[in-house]
């Protein structure tokens, strides 16, 4: 195994889900820039396929809101809402070299630890699967 590593990442995500409420149905979306700061640790050595595991906060700001209630959308952004959310990441994934840097696959899930509704609960709860490519960058 090597070494613990930091990676922070900035990202614009898009979380929501389904409402029902006195007979009503309708979809939720919430857009967000977020900021994980994840702790990395590798779980194996060599040149070979790098598989890890990782866990950390993620802080997030909502820059968007939509419903929507039978085709139609709704703009659903309100000052007065809790724009700030704040959640636990824990994920795992696989680097396979490539070239000058390694191919990414990734699986992650996002537990939100704030409550956004100001009657009631809301939480989110977000499953993630990324493909990424990264390469170093030397001066």
């Not at 997030?60 to 809101?65: E, I, P, R």
């Not at 039978?70 to 490539?98: E, N, Y």
Request: aromatic fraction near 8%; include cysteine.
């Amino acid at each position: 195994m090597g070494a613990f590593r930091l990676q922070p990442e900035l990202t614009y995500v898009t979380k929501g889900g389904k409402w029902e409420e006195a007979g009503a149905s309708g979809d939720l979306s919430f857009d967000y820039v977020e900021v994980p700061v994840l702790f990395v640790l590798p779980m194996g050595r060599g040149a070979g396929i790098q598989p890890n595991v990782y866990a950390g906060p993620a802080l997030a700001y909502q820059v968007g809101c939509s419903v929507s209630v039978g085709g139609l959308s709704i703009d659903c952004d309100d000052d007065d809402q809790t724009k700030l959310d704040l959640g636990a990441m824990v994920g795992g994934g696989l680097a396979i070299p490539m070239g000058p840097g390694s191919f990414l696959l990734e699986g992650r899930f996002t537990l939100g630890l704030r409550n956004l509704a100001e009657v009631g609960t809301l939480k989110h709860r977000t499953g993630a699967l990324l493909l990424g490519y990264s390469a170093t960058l030397r001066p």
